[in-house]
Nanobody, 123 residues
Framework: QVQLVESGGGLVQAGGSLRLSCAASGRTFSSNAMGWFRRAPGKEREYVGSISSVGSTYYADSVKGRFAISRDNAKKTVYLQMNIVKPEDTGVYYC?????????????????WGQGTQVTVSS
């Protein structure tokens, strides 16, 4: 069983930065790919990006060049650094874990989810 706890959300002005963290329990963190997703008000859940077990990162086009994902296996934590944020980045951000070490943009491929953290970007 894996538990994921996100933190770091809040209110930020457009153009600013925010860093989200996702702390994981479980013994296999280093071999798990991790993903970030978000759900904006009234919209479907959206893929943000992911990091493979060996640290390769992949991003949705909407955040490419602005967001960065990293991981610290010793701390069992994955991060989402959000830069140059825009009002359309507003939403609840979720981290997710999958048993495979390969990234995937399909939320159905993830086995465990956190409760989410709210990010609000003001214009």
């Amino acid at each position: 069983q894996v538990q994921l706890v996100e933190s770091g959300g809040g209110l930020v002005q457009a153009g600013g930065s925010l860093r989200l963290s996702c702390a994981a329990s479980g013994r296999t963190f280093s071999s798990n790919a991790m993903g970030w997703f978000r759900r904006a008000p009234g919209k479907e859940r959206e893929y943000v990006g992911s990091i493979s077990s060996v640290g390769s990162t992949y991003y949705a086009d909407s955040v490419k060049g602005r967001f960065a994902i990293s991981r610290d296996n010793a701390k069992k934590t994955v991060y989402l650094q959000m830069n140059i944020v825009k009002p359309e980045d507003t939403g609840v951000y979720y981290c997710a874990s999958r048993s495979s070490g390969y990234y995937n943009s399909d939320p159905a491929r993830y086995d465990y989810w956190g409760q989410g953290t709210q990010v609000t970007v003001s214009s």
